[in-house]
């Protein structure tokens, strides 16, 4: 079924990786690449930073209800009264909007800036924090310092001791901006391999082969909904502590997906009713097509493995 992409015109599809029951179900590699490639998944790494700030709350040094200026030495009063989780959900009430190039906060205003951590703590208040859901890189950056505020450690240096190298993640390179800080809201190079790791590990409510890797009740705060952002994402239905929800319609009944997803179709969708995780890459950057492609190869696959009502696979 994966080599229907093989002759996609557009060559910026890079892998698919399939685990059923935490084993190697299929993985097909397009375009020149192959298992040991590292790809940019962009914005998915968000919802890595989610997991550190995750890893770093079991350890008792931070909390996701705790005032997030605990964490960000310099924070002004634009944060004052915002929670980490209010970060961690994109409701963190700063004028930040990467839709709007208008927007003070906006990504390739940071992106830019010659001091990134002076620039997003000096972001404005646009409204009382917690109150509103507005995507943003800025506010995944802040929760990517909030991490090192609070570990004390450097963003990838936490990942590698804490999440990568527990899960066998030997290969990997994140972006770090002019100040020297890796960015929380993305830039993370993974094999798709890999990246599928970290969902099945997400899968199997924290652990990693017997290992703990997230607290259960840690992971399940994480991926809990917490905004409904249907009306303004047309492939989600609820955003958690960055990582999105979606009912996907699949023939006659819908099958419930969590996912982390990044420009240019990057994908990890965990789909707990058939035990499976699929990793997408694909470097269609700012191509609507690249979100669409990984939607239409996520519902093949949901289509080979149909579900009763229940949730539970069909016998076949």
């Given at each position: 079924?994966?080599?229907?992409?093989?002759?996609?015109?557009?060559?910026?599809?890079?892998?698919?990786?399939?685990?059923?029951?935490?084993?190697?179900?299929?993985?097909?590699?397009?375009?020149?690449?192959?298992?040991?490639?590292?790809?940019?998944?962009?914005?998915?790494?968000?919802?890595?930073?989610?997991?550190?700030?995750?890893?770093?709350?079991?350890?008792?040094?931070?909390?996701?209800?705790?005032?997030?200026?605990?964490?960000?030495?310099?924070?002004?009063?634009?944060?004052?009264?915002?929670?980490?989780?209010?970060?961690?959900?994109?409701?963190?009430?700063l004028d930040a909007d990467?839709?709007?190039?208008?927007?003070?906060?906006?990504?390739?205003?940071?992106?830019?800036?010659?001091?990134?951590?002076?620039?997003?703590?000096?972001?404005?208040?646009?409204?009382?924090?917690?109150?509103?859901?507005?995507?943003?890189?800025?506010?995944?950056?802040?929760?990517g310092l909030c991490v090192?505020?609070?570990?004390?450690?450097?963003?990838?240096?936490?990942?590698?001791?804490?999440?990568?190298?527990?899960?066998?993640?030997?290969?990997?390179?994140?972006?770090?901006?002019?100040?020297?800080?890796?960015?929380?809201?993305?830039?993370?190079?993974?094999?798709?391999?890999?990246?599928?790791?970290?969902?099945?590990?997400?899968?199997?409510?924290?652990?990693?082969?017997?290992?703990?890797?997230?607290?259960?009740?840690?992971?399940?705060?994480?991926?809990?909904?917490?905004?409904?952002?249907?009306?303004?994402?047309?492939?989600?239905?609820?955003?958690?502590?960055?990582?999105?929800?979606?009912?996907?319609?699949?023939?006659?009944?819908?099958?419930?997906?969590?996912?982390?997803?990044?420009?240019?179709?990057?994908?990890?969708?965990?789909?707990?009713?058939?035990?499976?995780?699929?990793?997408?890459?694909?470097?269609?950057?700012?191509?609507?097509?690249?979100?669409?492609?990984?939607?239409?190869?996520?519902?093949?696959?949901?289509?080979?493995?149909?579900?009763?009502?229940?949730?539970?696979?069909?016998?076949?």
């Amino acid at each position: 079924m994966l080599s229907r992409w093989d002759g996609d015109a557009r060559a910026d599809l890079k892998a698919v990786v399939v685990l059923r029951d935490g084993q190697l179900a299929a993985q097909r590699y397009y375009n020149g690449n192959d298992a040991q490639s590292l790809h940019d998944i962009r914005s998915a790494g968000k919802s890595v930073t989610a997991l550190l700030a995750g890893i770093a709350a079991d350890r008792g040094r931070l909390r996701f209800d705790q005032p997030a200026a605990r964490c960000l030495p310099g924070a002004g009063q634009a944060l004052a009264g915002a929670r980490v989780s209010d970060l961690l959900s994109m409701r963190s009430g700063l004028d930040a909007d990467d839709e709007n190039p208008q927007s003070p906060g906006n990504e390739d205003r940071l992106d830019e800036a010659a001091d990134p951590v002076a620039f997003a703590l000096s972001a404005p208040r646009r409204e009382p924090p917690g109150t509103r859901y507005v995507y943003n890189s800025l506010t995944a950056y802040l929760a990517g310092l909030c991490v090192e505020g609070a570990t004390g450690q450097p963003l990838d240096a936490f990942a590698d001791a804490h999440l990568f190298a527990p899960l066998g993640i030997a290969h990997w390179r994140w972006q770090r901006d002019v100040g020297g800080h890796a960015k929380g809201q993305g830039n993370l190079s993974l094999r798709a391999g890999d990246f599928a790791r970290i969902g099945q590990m997400a899968l199997d409510d924290g652990r990693w082969q017997g290992r703990e890797i997230v607290r259960a009740d840690t992971l399940r705060a994480i991926l809990a909904p917490r905004a409904r952002i249907g009306a303004v994402d047309p492939y989600a239905d609820e955003y958690g502590y960055m990582w999105y929800r979606k009912r996907l319609r699949v023939g006659a009944g819908e099958i419930p997906v969590v996912f982390a997803s990044g420009n240019g179709g990057n994908k990890l969708y965990l789909v707990p009713s058939l035990r499976m995780v699929v990793a997408i890459q694909s470097s269609a950057y700012g191509r609507g097509y690249g979100q669409r492609r990984s939607q239409d190869i996520l519902r093949a696959l949901l289509g080979a493995a149909p579900t009763r009502a229940d949730g539970t696979e069909k016998s076949r």
